[in-house]
């Protein structure tokens, strides 16, 4: 996704409030931070950046049942620094999180792992990949060959990924821009997953096909101190284009957009502030807030004019920092499916 939820809150809670979702605008002293023209280094760069304060390994799937049921599933790994640095044991300043979630259209199930760096309770090796907390793994040979597991109290998943188009990279050749200010990320995704396994529901096992995409994003000051959240958009259209897209909320409902279209043979084509627009058509009472679940989305260059509508409008994580992430469909000018993340709804 864009700017990722790293759970700064556990790791900052006094600036959390005043500096943009779970202190993502709090100031990056002492940390590195994302520089353009930078040169990504594969499989490297699949792995963790300790000098960078935050980052993400992020999937999310849309899939179907053998009656056409859809479902939506989540695996996030989340590393945040206390230090740029690592260490052996219990002093080692990473921290990592994890989520995990399954979505029907009546049903939001969520689970949620947390775990010091430095004890081998989690982390990301990339030759071969594997990124793991506790027993949640994502491993393959590398990105292109991937099988993903995660258990919940309700709920569990093992799913295989296989990627069927290059890498992208959004923003300027992933340099991200996140503010007029100037904060950014380093940011590309795997957005061509075939995906093929099976899901385990309360009512018993479930195999499923779909598509899947995985974000890859770190920084360390992700977001102004003026930004409070965001709202982002990954959309796979039935024409096999695809368009990642969001909007971060600045103070007096203002708001800084960026996108990337992508072709169906990986192609990109990066939007900066005010290309893409984002506007809530209707909101829906979840954890005692209004979170919009109906949105009208567009990108005229594209000729993207489309209705982007929840599966589930209770799909709140109610994990350690709370957010808004599920499923969509997409119709209008353009047929399809996707997910919505939301952040900073109070």
Known sequence: MIVRILLLMVVLPCQAAAQGFAGLGSDAEGFAVPQPDYAFDFPQDH??????????????????GPDGTAYGVQWTLFRSALAPETREG??????????????TSRRHMVAERIARGGIGQAGVTVDPFEAWIDDWRMAG???????????GTEFAYDLSLQATRPLVF??????SVKSAQGQASYYYSQP????????????GPVEVTGSAW?????????LADTQSGWDWFSLSFDSGEKLMGFRLREEKDAFYTSATWIAPD?????YSDGAFTARPLNSHMVAGRQVPVDW??????????????????????????PYWEGPVTVDGSHGGRGYLEMTGYE
């Open 47 to 64: 792995g963790p950046h300790p000098d960078f304060r935050i980052e993400w390994w992020y999937l999310t799937a849309n899939l179907n």
């Open 90 to 103: 219990w002093s080692d300043p990473q921290i990592w999180f994890a989520h995990a979630a399954l979505t």
């Open 141 to 151: 040979p590398g990105l292109d060959d991937l099988s993903v597991t995660a258990t």
């Open 170 to 175: 959004h923003g300027q050749n992933g340099f």
């Open 192 to 203: 061509f997953y075939d995906v093929s396994g099976t899901l385990t529901l309360p009512q």
């Open 214 to 222: 995985l974000d890859r994003e770190w920084s360390s000051q992700p």
């Open 266 to 270: 990986g192609t990109t084509t990066a």
């Open 296 to 321: 009208a989305v567009k990108l005229p260059a594209k000729g993207v004019d489309v209705t982007v509508k929840a599966l589930n409008p209770d799909a709140w994580m109610s994990v350690s920092v």
